[in-house]
């Protein structure tokens, strides 16, 4: 049987619905998530003349979970029949749906590796080989962003997945040695126990253990690298512009919560007069607050207590609108770049010169490089801004 190029086509189409890259969409899905859901409230509104905001809010239940049925559906919308044998298949298509990229896919891609990459920046490689043989074991089980963890994996399947790995062979870890045979090397299993007793013990928290899926089940915990993660960028910012004693600071009040000002200088260590600066710096920014706790029922300002706090949620919204400040700031940047070398860009792709190169001086050459590594840098810092906004926004 002779395989054509739309077999070809055709398998490759079916791989990739398979795989979830793309999905399978409605003519209504080109609309928001927002459009769908004000349409779907406004629809069912209609069916009652007098509402109360007990029926309101039962509307939006129902609409809610109408569209997150709808959006675990949408994968199979279309595929009317799965191949049965590797070389006779057919796949037929619903004329009304269309295919659209499914960027939750991606972006679950992008969260594994920035996870990952995570874990290899605080421990080392071996633990970043670790967790990503947890995404590898789950990739199939995991549909959404917004799950607090991952399919649960025993250590037999992670040491099965870094089989063909050179783990055995680093010995970067420290493990009790056996009494009996002390200068015996830890077999595989002993080294990825050993590496999950090690994530899962990380103040990062990597790795939690699931014990309502059974003995020696683990699993990546995101809900609490969300955090972990989103702080740590919050404290790195803080850090890169107003310095180590600020961020200091800002990371006693995160861990210890409300405290006064005379806890705060004892706690960051530093003379009353530099951390009343640094905390009206950081009131002045927006990434602390005040709470005021008064002592009399007069609630007078003399008669109160001023507790400062780091307001976790506001902050992470701030500072995801200067990450859209900052592409935007790039992107005008490159647009300038672009158009002070309008006639010197239009010249280089005229077709003479595209076809002989050599019609162009040696300044001009140069000037080509310098314009590519200008262009180059821009989209490196956009997309270092873009990883960040994943996190603050998608993680």
């Excluded at 006779?88 to 298509?93: C, G, R, S, T």
């Excluded at 530093?270 to 706790?293: F, P, S």
């Excluded at 070398?341 to 003479?352: A, G, L, Q, Y």
């Excluded at 200008?374 to 994943?390: F, G, H, T």
């Amino acid at each position: 049987m002779y395989i054509t190029d739309i077999d070809r086509y055709e398998r490759s189409f079916l791989q990739l619905v398979s795989s979830r890259y793309i999905a399978a969409v409605l003519a209504e899905h080109t609309r928001s998530k927002m459009d769908r859901y004000l349409a779907a409230t406004e629809k069912e509104t209609e069916k009652y003349t007098i509402m109360t905001s007990k029926d309101l809010q039962n509307i939006k239940n129902s609409v809610k979970s109408q569209m997150a049925a709808e959006e675990e559906t949408k994968e199979v919308i279309g595929m009317k029949r799965k191949a049965v044998d590797p070389l006779e298949y057919q796949l037929e298509i619903d004329e009304r749906i269309f295919f659209a990229v499914n960027f939750d896919k991606f972006n679950m891609l992008f969260r594994n590796e920035s996870v990952v990459d995570f874990a290899t920046e605080r421990i080392n490689r071996t633990a970043g080989e670790i967790v990503k043989a947890f995404f590898e074991y789950g990739k199939d089980k995991m549909f959404s962003l917004k799950e607090n963890d991952s399919p649960s994996a025993t250590p037999i399947h992670i040491a099965n997945m870094v089989a063909d790995t050179d783990i055995a062979s680093r010995n970067d870890i420290s493990l009790p040695k056996d009494p009996i045979e002390p200068n015996k090397k830890p077999s595989l299993q002993e080294i990825v126990r050993g590496y999950i007793t090690l994530l899962r013990t990380d103040a990062a928290g990597f790795i939690k253990l699931k014990d309502e899926r059974g003995a020696n089940q683990y699993a990546v915990n995101f809900e609490k690298l969300r955090n972990t993660m989103k702080r740590r960028m919050l404290e790195g910012l803080i850090k890169e512009r107003y310095g180590i004693a600020t961020c200091r600071i800002l990371r006693i009040l995160i861990e210890r919560g409300k405290l006064d000002e005379t806890q705060v200088t004892k706690l960051a260590m530093l003379k009353a007069n530099d951390a009343r600066e640094k905390l009206a710096l950081l009131k002045t920014k927006g990434y602390v607050e005040i709470q005021e706790v008064p002592r009399s029922a007069d609630r007078a300002p003399s008669r109160c207590f001023h507790l400062w706090y780091v307001p976790l949620e506001k902050c992470y919204e701030e500072l995801l609108v200067d990450c859209y400040k900052t592409v935007c700031n790039l992107q005008q940047r490159k647009t300038h770049e672009l158009k002070i070398r309008k006639t010197f860009i239009e010249k280089i792709n005229r077709k003479d010169v595209v076809e002989n190169p050599e019609l162009l001086s040696e300044e001009e050459q140069k000037e080509i490089a310098n314009i590519d590594k200008i262009l180059e840098r821009i989209e490196v810092s956009k997309s270092r801004v873009d990883s960040v906004i994943m996190i603050l926004r998608d993680f």
